[in-house]
């Protein structure tokens, strides 16, 4: 008749935070100024099943039990009398029809107005009789158990998915006074029945190995080939010599001019092979050549780590502070502790620290055992009394398993457990009645940075309470691997009466990173913080010539004649030679000027340094302390440091730079129809698209369909993306409107039997697999997968039963539905005997066979034999 689904059977969404309900239920339970509920039951009532009231819908009547039936402000203890619809929210669901979600509410009512009880008659007016007798059927007949019973029925009876039920207060926001606001919502699945008795569970596609570079082999000449060569030559002249005596006057003329047409031969094949991408050995020369084809080639990048900071005092600490990862032997430069062998990192920003951002506990809600799963978006914090974080929308948390509470000690808690976020809003304040001297934030961050896996915020303890072991570390610094230098004299330091200048920092090893902007990083997620772009890395060099500082670029293509730029051109031996500009395009450089550069050394992956090992100040590059003088400042990097790179191998590039320039050489504007659909297709996530020329009643419009990859359908940006690169190559006078493919959905059935020794359910099971719509393991792809089918493309017979009969143990099979969803049996009788579904050229055939979604199609497999 009905069906109960407590607070533990399923996980609240993400956001707001998942709480642990039974943790919950076991604090309130008996309060007597707490209320909150007790679970959510679906009176199913589904036609056929014992007990079915005639009249009455099937899983859209909900009993809402209360968890003490305390009197909030009733007549009786219980749900108030005055309670309606208006009280009710439902919120989840993931279809798409608007017919069906969301799920709305009709009507609410206490459950002894509309059953009644022992002693209390129920009012006839609210409802008709079969509901009446629906209700009462569904609810024991004890008058204390109706009265904490709150009946809701729904607009439809939902999808597959997870609802959550909210009870709200007054004005339609909060939780209802007397309520426990975590106990005020609780989730419930309207579905009584599971359709199949398989594992729902997906298998984990692997991904696909990486393969090996290629290894370039290369020939040269030497001297004694020439030798050997020119005496040679000597004896066809000479016929009657044939002393080969070193002494020998002629010998000795034959080996000098081996030697010097070696030298020759060596200056002429440096000069032909650096006059080619494909042979040039000078790692300038491979830069310049694939430059002209529109690849950089990046030198590198910097890894990138946070260090968390302790302080105890409210203080600034200004950007280029330097961390090393061993003791320093006294007070060390940063440039000396790099050439001693340590690692140096360095901060990128000035940083306000706060005591009170040192460690701040998450909070359980009082759940001994209370963990944040993976994939969340959100936390509560517990703020101790007194205290102020102040934090905001853009803060950096890590988020750290700290189970003694020494946030600086790396060898506390699991390295594997911490994790970086970015707040996207302002924390929310929350009031715990079970806790008074903490303030409850609710803090949310990005989407990207949502928990790779799962954090323990509490555990139990010896005494039976919860143990918090998780923090939020909130002083939080972002820092570069490099060691500073101060101004430095150039070599040469200035330039000479003629010639181009092209001096070199006094030391190798110039450190490349990704330029770091305070105000940008705080808008994106801490993720792309921490994998910084090598393509984007710049030279970390700053010229001073007197009069003015010369700036890193790229290159000087989009240079003036007056800007201030240079370019860091690093050999393989690690010397970097600067080319500064020639009046045209960058400044030339001043012939009576001094040069001196201020610059960093490192980078590449020896700075990726594992967690708990930057804990040492060193001297700013000034000489000035690390440390701001007149506070204790601790750090340490809770988290491993990433994105450095090595210079990007020449080798690689030969291959990549020419598949660069041949992309490039597309038509760059749209004249036909096919010419937007390919130009659409140059988009990233775009599998397939078709375009055709509509009129609109004023003018001709380019209707593009793109059919999306399958793990980017529902990504905005792929349309987006596609409709600003159509808006740069369109014709004038023609819009452009980018549309979703017209998806057909299948309703197919087949009927196998299987051979002797096979059971029905591992058959079962490896055919739904191999005619699903998911990602299979090893890397493959199920037969219906989205990406397997594109516009116009048919649905052959012979495929499906191909893929069929590779099941192992599947003597034969037979199709017995072969047709559109919805289409009548005639469809099946024509498609079969054509052998075939076809499409139109716009639409996309669909057999998701998804619960959730059956508009996407159905596949029907019946069984027989076997074992």
Not at 482 to 488: I, P, R, V
Not at 551 to 566: E, V
Not at 568 to 585: K, Q, Y
Not at 715 to 739: H, I, N, W
């Amino acid at each position: 008749m009905s069906t109960s689904v407590g607070p533990a059977a399923v996980s609240l969404a993400a956001t707001p935070p998942a709480i642990d309900r039974d943790a919950r239920r076991a604090l309130v339970e008996g309060s007597t100024h707490l209320e909150g509920i007790d679970f959510v039951e679906v009176v199913s009532n589904h036609v056929g099943n014992p007990g079915h009231v005639a009249g009455a819908p099937s899983q859209r009547t909900l009993l809402v039990h209360l968890l003490n039936g305390t009197d909030l402000g009733g007549a009786t203890a219980g749900v108030p009398e005055d309670w309606r619809a208006e009280r009710v929210r439902i919120t989840g669901g993931v279809r798409a029809d608007p017919r069906v979600n969301p799920v709305g509410v009709e009507w609410a009512y206490p459950a002894l107005a509309v059953a009644g009880a022992d002693g209390v008659p129920p009012t006839p007016v609210l409802l008709g009789p079969a509901d009446r007798r629906l209700i009462d059927e569904a609810l024991p007949p004890a008058r204390e158990i109706r009265a904490r019973v709150l009946v809701v029925r729904t607009t439809t009876s939902g999808d597959w998915s997870t609802y959550v039920l909210h009870l709200v207060g007054d004005d339609g926001t909060g939780a209802p006074d007397g309520f426990d606001p975590p106990l005020a919502r609780a989730p419930f699945g309207f579905t009584v029945d599971c359709v199949t008795g398989l594992d729902c569970a997906s298998p984990v596609a692997d991904l696909p190995a990486a393969g090996a570079s290629p290894v370039l082999d290369y020939l040269a000449r030497d001297a004694e080939a020439l030798r050997t060569r020119l005496l040679d030559r000597l004896s066809a002249l000479v016929p009657g010599w044939a002393d080969r005596n070193a002494a020998d006057p002629a010998v000795m003329l034959a080996e000098l001019f081996a030697y010097l047409g070696d030298r020759l031969a060596y200056w002429q094949d440096a000069v032909a092979v650096e006059a080619y991408l494909g042979t040039a050995r000078r790692r300038t020369s491979v830069r310049r050549h694939a430059r002209i084809l529109d690849h950089r080639l990046h030198e590198g990048c910097s890894a990138r780590v946070l260090l968390a900071l302790t302080t105890d005092t409210a203080v600034t600490l200004p950007a280029g502070a330097a961390v090393c990862d061993t003791p320093p032997d006294g007070d060390l430069l940063p440039v000396d502790a790099d050439e001693s062998g340590s690692l140096v990192v360095e901060t990128c920003h000035d940083l306000a620290l706060l005591p009170d951002r040192n460690a701040i506990p998450l909070h359980a809600w009082g759940d001994a055992e209370h963990t944040l799963p993976a994939g969340a978006t959100a936390a509560y914090l517990a703020v101790p009394g007194g205290a102020a974080p102040r934090l905001a929308a853009g803060d950096l948390l890590v988020l750290a398993d700290c189970p003694a509470g020494r946030p600086g000690d790396s060898a506390v808690g699991d390295p594997a457990r911490r994790f970086a976020v970015r707040l996207d809003r302002d924390p929310v304040r929350h009031v715990d009645d079970l806790a008074a001297a903490v303030t409850v934030l609710e803090v949310h961050w990005h989407a990207e940075d949502a928990l790779p896996a799962p954090l323990t915020v509490a555990e139990p303890s010896p005494d039976g309470t919860g143990s918090v072991r998780a923090v939020a570390l909130a002083n939080v610094a972002v820092a570069d691997h490099g060691a500073s230098l101060t101004w430095e004299l150039l070599d040469p330091p200035r330039p000479d009466a003629d010639g181009p200048y092209r001096p070199r920092p006094a030391r190798t090893g110039l450190a490349f990173a990704e330029p770091f902007d305070l105000r940008a990083a705080a808008t994106r997620a801490a993720s792309r913080l921490t994998a910084p772009d090598p393509g984007t890395a710049l030279a970390q060099i700053t010229v001073d010539d007197g009069q003015r500082l010369w700036h890193p670029r790229p290159d000087l293509l989009g240079s003036s004649r007056l800007d201030p730029h240079l370019v860091a051109e690093p050999e393989s031996d690690g010397v970097a030679r600067l080319r500064f500009g020639d009046g045209v395009t960058g400044r030339a450089p001043s012939r009576q000027a001094t040069y001196t550069a201020r610059y960093r050394l490192g980078g590449g992956t020896r700075g990726n340094v594992g967690a708990g090992r930057l804990q040492h100040w060193l001297l700013r590059a000034d000489g000035s302390p690390g440390a701001v003088s007149g506070s204790q400042l601790s750090v340490w990097n809770p988290l491993p440091g990433s994105g450095g790179n090595d210079p990007e191998n020449l080798d690689a590039v030969r291959q990549l730079a020419p598949a660069v320039l041949q992309g490039s050489r597309g038509q760059l504007r749209a004249v036909t129809s096919s010419d937007y659909a390919l130009s659409a297709q140059e988009v990233s996530g775009v599998q397939r698209s078709v375009a055709r020329r509509r009129w609109t009643g004023s003018w001709y419009a380019q209707e593009v369909t793109v059919d999306a990859l399958a793990a980017r359908v529902e990504d905005r940006a792929v349309p987006l993306a596609v409709s600003a690169l159509l808006e740069t190559r369109r014709m004038a006078g023609v819009d452009v409107a980018v549309a979703r493919p017209v998806y057909v959905a299948l309703g197919l059935e087949l009927f196998g039997c299987l051979a002797p020794g096979y059971l029905v359910a591992d058959v079962e099971r490896q055919l739904v697999d191999a005619l699903s719509s998911r990602l299979l393991p090893g890397a493959s792809t199920g037969f219906f997968h989205p990406d397997r089918f594109t516009f116009a493309q048919p649905l052959q017979l012979s495929d499906l039963v191909a893929a069929a009969m590779a099941v192992p143990g599947l003597a034969w099979v037979e199709v017995r539905r072969f047709a559109r969803l919805g289409a009548p049996g005639a469809a099946t009788r024509v498609n079969l005997a054509a052998g075939r579904i076809s499409a139109g050229p716009r639409e996309v055939l669909r057999c998701d066979s998804d619960p959730n979604n059956p508009e996407a199609g159905r596949l029907t497999v019946v069984l027989g034999g076997g074992s």
